[in-house]
């Protein structure tokens, strides 16, 4: 009886130590993914607007961190536009779809060397839809002091 406790014992160790083994690397690959790549950052000073046509809404990534963006055709070029999680778009009745006329107010950036635009506010018709503050902070974050 001992021993077969015994045997028992040492299975569910192994188990668990295998499982702490795995989630301690998984841990570890996530911190290391997330301090390769820095936040982008939103640069009050090179704010710019552009108006065009929503050709395509585009969805990176999964879960609460999705990030909704979107691709717009403007009378020179076209443009990746960087909103904001899909759960805050949600959250907020946001309607965006290709097709729609919109202005963007928001600041250059580059991300993986793809130069994109971090938005601050999308227009579209009446509809003003506020992404980040006036510093450029998103809003999304109720936690930003």
């Not at 499982?19 to 301090?35: E, P, W, Y």
């Not at 938005?119 to 503050?133: F, I």
Request: charged residues 25%; hydrophobic residues 40%; glycine residues 8%.
């Amino acid at each position: 009886m001992f021993k077969a406790s015994r045997t028992k014992l040492i299975k569910t160790s192994a188990v668990c130590l295998t499982l702490l083994g795995v989630c301690g690397l998984a841990a570890a690959q996530t911190q290391h993914a997330s301090a390769k790549a820095p936040a982008l950052k939103y640069d009050l000073k090179a704010e710019k607007k552009i108006k065009g046509t929503v050709q395509e809404m585009k969805l990176e990534g999964q879960g609460r961190g999705a990030l909704m963006h979107l691709v717009l055709k403007t009378a020179a070029d076209t443009v990746n536009v960087y909103l904001c999680p899909e759960h805050f778009i949600k959250d907020m009745g946001i309607e965006l779809k290709p097709g729609d006329e919109v202005e963007v107010i928001g600041s250059p950036a580059t991300d993986n060397g793809v130069s994109i635009i971090l938005a601050r506010e999308v227009d579209k018709g009446s509809d003003a839809y506020v992404l980040r503050d006036d510093k450029g902070v998103p809003v999304w974050n109720w936690q930003h002091t």
